[in-house]
Structure formats: structure tokens, C-alpha cells
């Protein structure tokens, strides 16, 4: 049998070589070095894991791992050592950094944490790696690219690789589950499930889909809000791989590359793709951690009544027995459904009973507590017991005893009472210390506590809260909307449901808001079932939800105009044909193409073109109407869409401001440029009445505006047949 530190350092040789080797396998060749480096992340976690004491022997077994890998992939021993140098610094540096920094333990389940970890593990020594590169690699001859090239391509390598493959080791590294039951989960068929979908949809949307990197993230996206953060990192490390192969084996037709500073842009849209989801992973695996741990909570305080070691008995207004301890039960020799329901009074013998009718519940009803009183107590066997009882009372909103807690204990058992008061008060400091806002109410939906998180989220204090309705104190708005919410406290009173997870956003007494994630769950008399109040509880997932926003924003705009992509122009034209069809109206699509754009952008070259699009967008949304769209549907090719005019010369009069707006003189820079649009129309219901026929008409109509000189408007005619461009 091996001793423990040789299976770790073949564990370590091995996984490095099988990773760098992966990665090599991996390489795209029109970048002419791998560009999903994932061997240097493995390397960190390693380290990380080994400690200090054995990092020198952790090196030398990477640094083996690194040597079989390039010498596997044909490289000779020089090359193999100029290639490994960097590497190893890169690893160095990544471990070193979250040793120093163990936050690294909350990465899945906090995006902060998150953030600290990818730019001190994966941004840091990418930077220094690249930097490295340079003088060992471009220096020597190893690798024949520019510096520039050079640099840059072993950035992004190492970025991505990192980026995908560390999330996932640290996770791993910080699991609180066993390896058997991690194992389980993520052979569930929900987990396989979503693994399948993200990889598949990689695999179909990089050579099919337009914008493809747009898809990618979604199924993970999926997966971050149902499932826990090591599946997601899980995913993304599988959705890297699926698109390194796809890339590999030619499956996605990379652009071609005209200066050293676009090979950044080759891949980086797969980060951004795959780092969003695990920050979203992050905040919901952070959420369902406090929700978890308030349920406990709770149920640890309905245990602890129930298991206290000492007699205790809940009363109503009327002095009857509504909830009792087993302690009290097993004291006295009684069973519980003989007890809840009945008088106190049933339970002393006659002196005691005399006491409390003439002395003892007057003044309990004036006061609302009583302590030390002695009584004597009946066992179901007919024994008598000497007991003190103390009891604290809660009056309604008209000064009526609604409820009392009574502890009733050996007169031999003083000390058992003290302890029992000091743990109630520990109990009743670790509820106030939980991070959501929890907020009790009674049966008439005002606040009977507040807690100090309530305090924070919403402004008020707890003694401005109490007894004040849950909805003048908790105000929420409608995420869409913004328009008020009715209070939901009155509606799960009046019902008797619950509310379970609805999002609405709160509103803070210094005009300030947040998005907050909301529960009510009702409080009901355990033997009648009546309603005594409700329990509200809410988090603040005001980061999860924006992060959400910015997504959706991304797949629905341009991301160089920031206009509607051809994705939001479908579904706005379906809305608008249905409005069309239904009210009897008119729509109108136009296509509008940049007259003698590739001149410009071939002489001036793509910044000044992207800029002057840019520029010519924001004249053309200037010249239309808020109801209107403007959409860029690639290039120099823009879309407006006007879903509601009265006659067809609306859109020409529309189209003629257009040519108006852009007919301006744009300056660029030193340059001067000036521009014109062909813009071909095609009216609902006169060119068409569904989509494609508006949309393919309107083109066509378009190539004729260019055929006939440019610069001007084209209605699509019934003798028109579909053009090519001129």
C-alpha cells in the first residue's frame, strides 16, 4: 500500500497531466495556442488543499504533470520547461492568494465572495502568466506569434480556463456534504437533466444559432435557481468543454482577425456567458440557506416548549388550558387530550382553586403576571403536589387577557426555573439575530413583534411597528408596475393560506427600495384550528433580482446600439399584428440599409463605422415616436416598426423625417462623414397580413430604393419580386 503523501502526489501528477492535456486536445487552432486552459485552476486548488508544508513537493508534481502533457503533445524538453514556467507561476500565485484569503470558503454562497476569488485566483495570475509568456516563450523563439498576440492569446487561455474550472474545485473544497451524498445528487435525474440540456444547447446553438453565446448561459441560468452552486459550477466547467470541442473539431466558424487586440474578443463572450450563473448560484444558494435555517429555527422553538424540562401550560382568556409541556404531563400523570381544553382550576385541590378565583386571576388580569404563587396541584392518581407558579400574560388591542404562559414547578426546583429563563432569553436573542426580517402579527393583522432585521429593511422602529397594520408598516410595490399591493397579512387572515415566496419590492422611510422575497404563513390554535395571527417573513434579493434584469436586457438588445435585437422586433410585431388585426388599424414595417456603409467602414475602418452606427441609431430614434421600435438587425440593416398609423403616407412622412435626421453631418473623431438610408415599406393588411410576408416585402421594397438611386423610400408594389441586394 502506498503511504498517503505518494497516492497525493501521483493524484496531483496525474490530474494535472489529464487537464493539460484536455486543454492541448482543446486548442483552436486559428488562435495557434489552447485557449481553455484548465490545468492551472487544478494546480491552485491543489496547493491550496496540500498547505504550506507541502507545497515544494505539490510544485515538482505539477510541474511533472505539465512536462508529460507537452512532451504527450510532441513539444521538445525545452519547450516543454519555457511552456511549464509561466504555468507554475500562475499556480503559485492562485494558491498563495486564497490561502492568504479564506473567504474562498463562501464562494458558493456569496457573490461577493465570488468576486474576490476571480480577481485574486483567476484575473491576478492570468496577468502575471501572460506577462511571463512574453519573454520565455516570444523571446526564445518557442512561440513564433507578435508580443502583442502572444500576450494576449495566453491571457485569455488561462482567464477562461481558470474561470471555468476554479469554482467548481473551491466548491468542492468547501462541500459540508459527504462525497456519497454529492455523488447521489449529481447523478439525480434533475441534475443529468440540466447537464444534458446546457451541454446540448451548446453543442446546437454554436453552429446554428446566431449570436450563439447569447444561449449558452440560459440552461445554466435554469439550473443556478433550482439547483445547488456545485452542480451549476459543475455545468459550466461541462459547457466549456462543449464548446472547446465544438470549436475544435470546426463547428463554429470563428471570425477572421485583423490586429492582436481581437483575439481578446474570440472567446471572451463564453466567460461572459458562463460567469453570470454562478454568481446568481451564489445569491440563491445564500438564500435558501437562510430560509433553511429560519425554519429550524422555528421548529426548534416549537421543540423546545414541548421538551423543556419543566411543567409548562399555555392558557386562553377564559383560563383554559390550550398547550401543555410533557414534562407537565408526565409530572403530574396525565395524557394531553386530557388536559388541553380544560379549566387550570380542575387541576388544584380546593384551597388552591379558592386562591385563584378570589386573589390570583383578578390580579393576573389587571397586571398581566404573576410569580412564585403557591399552589397545590392534583395528579391523575389522586396525589398532591406543592408547586410554584409564575405566568406572564399578552393582552388584545381592548385590554383583554388573550394568552398567558404559565411554568409551574417543584418548590424543590428553583434552579431548573432560572435555567429555563436563560435559555428562553438565548432563544429569543438568536431569532432577533437572524438576517431575514421576521414580523409576527395577531389575529386582527397588526404587528405584535418586529424584529431588529424588519427594523433595518423597512425604517420603522419596533415601537413605532407595534400594533400598526402589516401593510402601513411593510409597504411593497409591484415589480412591473410599481403600483401599490394589497396587504397580504389581511388577505391570508381572511382565507386562511398561506403566501409562499412572492417577490415585490419594499419601500424604505427614507424613500429608499428594495426587492425582497416574502412568506405568510398563518398561526392557528393547534387544537380548534382558529386563526391567532400570521407570521411574516422576508429577504432582501435585490442583487439576484437585478442580476436577472441585466440578463433578460442582454438577449432582447443590440449590445453595440443598445437597440432591440431581431429577437424583441418579433414579438413586438406579433403584438402589434394582433392589436392590428383585432382593433381593424394599419401597421407599417420599414427597412431602412446605410447607403455605401462597407465604403466607409473599409477607409475609415470598424471603430469609426461602429460609432457612426451608433450615432445614425440615435438620429433615427429621435425621428419616430416612443411607441415606434427601432431595431438593428445586423450590420448596417435596421428595422422601425410603426404599429399604429391611419393611412400608408404616415409611414412616408415617418421615413422622410428619418432621411431628414441622418442627413446630417456626423463628426467622428478628425472625420467628417455624411450618410443616407434606402428605406423600403410594406403596410398590414395591404403588403401582407403575417410576419415574414411584412418583413420579406418590406426588403424587397428596400432593394428597390437602391436600384432606383438611393437615398429615398420605396412602398412595396404587387408586380415587386423579391431582390437581391444591387
Same mark, same amino acid.
Request: with cysteine; proline share 4%; hydrophobic share 45%.
Given at each position: ?45 491543489? /496547493? ?18 505539465? *512536462?508529460? #502533457? ?12 519555457? =511552456? ?29 465572495? @465570488? ?9 491576478? $495570475? ?6 511571463? #509568456? ?32 476554479? $469554482? ?45 453565446? &447569447? =444561449? ?12 445547488? =452552486? ?14 472547446? #470541442? ?23 463572450? *463564453? ?44 392558557? !386562553?382568556? !377564559? ?12 409530572? /403530574?400523570? =396525565? ?21 385563584? &378565583? ?7 388580569? %389587571? ?10 396541584? &392534583? ?50 436573542? +438568536? ?35 407595534? !400594533? ?48 425582497? %422575497?416574502?412568506?405568510?404563513?398563518? +398561526? ?24 436577472? %434584469? ?12 443598445? *437597440? ?27 427597412? /431602412? ?16 463605422? !461602429? ?22 438587425? @445586423? ?18 412622412? &415617418? ?9 446630417? $453631418? ?10 443616407s438610408f434606402s428605406i423600403g415599406i410594406a403596410v398590414f393588411p395591404d403588403d401582407g397580413e403575417d410576419e415574414a410576408t411584412l418583413m420579406r416585402r418590406a426588403d424587397t421594397a428596400m432593394y428597390r430604393a437602391k436600384r432606383e438611386g438611393r437615398n429615398g423610400l420605396r412602398f412595396h408594389h404587387a408586380h415587386d419580386t423579391d431582390l437581391g441586394a444591387p
Amino acid at each position: 500500500m502506498w503511504p498517503s503523501w505518494l497516492r497525493w502526489l501521483v493524484a496531483v501528477v496525474v490530474g494535472c497531466a489529464l487537464l493539460a492535456s484536455l486543454s492541448i486536445a482543446l486548442s483552436c487552432r486559428a488562435v495557434g495556442m489552447a485557449t481553455l486552459w484548465y490545468a492551472n485552476a487544478f494546480g491552485a486548488c491543489c /496547493l491550496l488543499v496540500a498547505g504550506r508544508p507541502r507545497w515544494r513537493s505539490t510544485l515538482a508534481a505539477l510541474a511533472a504533470g505539465l *512536462l508529460v #502533457a507537452n512532451g504527450v503533445a510532441g513539444a521538445d524538453l525545452q519547450s516543454a520547461v519555457l =511552456y511549464a514556467v509561466p504555468n507554475l507561476g500562475e499556480m503559485a500565485l492562485g494558491g498563495w492568494l486564497l490561502a492568504r484569503h479564506p473567504d474562498w470558503r463562501q464562494i458558493h454562497r456569496s457573490p461577493r465572495a @465570488g468576486g474576490q476569488v476571480w480577481w485574486r485566483a483567476v484575473l491576478l $495570475p492570468a496577468l502575471l502568466g501572460a506577462t511571463l #509568456a512574453v519573454p520565455l516563450l516570444g523571446a526564445t523563439g518557442v512561440a513564433p506569434q507578435s508580443t502583442t498576440n502572444l500576450w494576449l492569446t495566453w491571457f485569455e487561455g488561462s482567464l477562461i480556463g481558470t474561470a471555468a474550472v476554479l $469554482p467548481l474545485g473551491l466548491a468542492l473544497a468547501a462541500r459540508s456534504t459527504s462525497a456519497d451524498a454529492l455523488v447521489r445528487t449529481l447523478l439525480g435525474v434533475p441534475s443529468l437533466g440540466l447537464m444534458a440540456l446546457s451541454v446540448g444547447t451548446a453543442v446546437f446553438a454554436l453552429p446554428y444559432l446566431p449570436f450563439p453565446f &447569447v =444561449y449558452l448561459g440560459l440552461p445554466i441560468l435554469l439550473a443556478a435557481v433550482r439547483q445547488p =452552486y456545485v452542480h451549476v459550477a459543475l455545468q459550466v466547467w461541462l459547457v466549456s468543454l462543449a464548446v472547446g #470541442a465544438t470549436i475544435s473539431r470546426g463547428g463554429l466558424d470563428l471570425p477572421q482577425v485583423s490586429g492582436d487586440w481581437q483575439t481578446l474578443l474570440l472567446h471572451l463572450p *463564453l466567460l461572459a456567458a458562463l460567469l453570470p450563473p454562478l454568481l446568481l448560484a451564489a445569491a440563491m444558494e445564500s438564500a435558501r440557506g437562510r430560509q433553511r435555517a429560519l425554519e429550524r429555527e422555528r421548529e426548534r422553538l416549537r421543540q423546545l416548549y414541548e421538551r423543556t424540562p419543566a411543567m409548562l401550560h399555555s392558557i !386562553d382568556g !377564559d383560563g383554559r388550558i390550550v398547550a401543555v409541556s410533557q414534562r407537565w404531563l408526565d409530572h /403530574l400523570g =396525565y395524557l394531553a387530550d386530557e388536559v388541553v381544553g380544560r379549566r387550570v382550576t380542575d387541576f388544584l385541590d380546593e384551597p388552591s382553586c379558592r386562591r385563584i &378565583v378570589g386573589e390570583v386571576w383578578p390580579n393576573f388580569i %389587571r397586571t398581566g403576571e404573576c410569580r412564585d404563587i403557591e399552589l397545590r396541584m &392534583v395528579c391523575r392518581d389522586g396525589q398532591l403536589v406543592d408547586v410554584l407558579l409564575s405566568a406572564t400574560g399578552e393582552h388584545d388591542a381592548q385590554g383583554r387577557m388573550a394568552r398567558a404562559l404559565a411554568i409551574v414547578e417543584d418548590v424543590t426546583r428553583k434552579r431548573l426555573a432560572e435555567q429555563l429563563a436563560v435559555q428562553f432569553q438565548r432563544m429569543s436573542v +438568536m431569532l432577533a439575530s437572524i438576517g431575514d426580517a421576521v414580523i409576527g402579527t395577531d389575529e386582527r393583522g397588526c404587528i405584535v413583534s418586529f424584529n431588529p432585521a424588519a427594523v433595518e429593511m423597512t425604517g420603522w422602529t419596533a415601537e413605532q411597528a407595534i !400594533d400598526q397594520f402589516y401593510g402601513t408598516v411593510v409597504q411593497r410595490r409591484d415589480l412591473d408596475s410599481g403600483e401599490p399591493l394589497a396587504d397580504p397579512v389581511l388577505a391570508c387572515l381572511r382565507d386562511g393560506d398561506g403566501v409562499r415566496a412572492q417577490a415585490a419590492r419594499l419601500l424604505h422611510r427614507d424613500a429608499s427600495s428594495r426587492v425582497i %422575497r416574502e412568506t405568510i404563513t398563518p +398561526m392557528r390554535d393547534p387544537d380548534t384550528g382558529t386563526l391567532l395571527g400570521a407570521v411574516a417573513t422576508f429577504q432582501d434579493t435585490t442583487t439576484a433580482h437585478e442580476l436577472a %434584469r441585466t440578463l433578460v436586457r442582454q438577449t432582447q438588445h443590440d449590445a453595440l446600439t443598445g *437597440l432591440p435585437n431581431r429577437l424583441l422586433l418579433q414579438d413586438r410585431l406579433q403584438q402589434a399584428l394582433q392589436l392590428a388585426r383585432r382593433m381593424g388599424g394599419c401597421l407599417a414595417v420599414m427597412f /431602412l440599409d446605410l447607403d455605401h456603409f462597407k465604403l466607409i467602414n473599409d477607409r475609415q475602418g470598424h471603430d469609426v463605422g !461602429d460609432e457612426l452606427l451608433r450615432q445614425v441609431a440615435c438620429s433615427v430614434l429621435g425621428a419616430v415616436r416612443a411607441s415606434d421600435t427601432v431595431c438593428r438587425l @445586423g450590420g448596417d440593416e435596421f428595422v422601425v416598426l410603426l404599429p399604429q398609423i391611419n393611412l400608408a403616407e404616415d409611414a412616408a412622412e &415617418v421615413a422622410r423625417h428619418i432621411l431628414a435626421a441622418v442627413s446630417q $453631418p456626423y463628426r467622428i473623431g478628425a472625420v467628417s462623414l455624411q450618410v443616407s438610408f434606402s428605406i423600403g415599406i410594406a403596410v398590414f393588411p395591404d403588403d401582407g397580413e403575417d410576419e415574414a410576408t411584412l418583413m420579406r416585402r418590406a426588403d424587397t421594397a428596400m432593394y428597390r430604393a437602391k436600384r432606383e438611386g438611393r437615398n429615398g423610400l420605396r412602398f412595396h408594389h404587387a408586380h415587386d419580386t423579391d431582390l437581391g441586394a444591387p
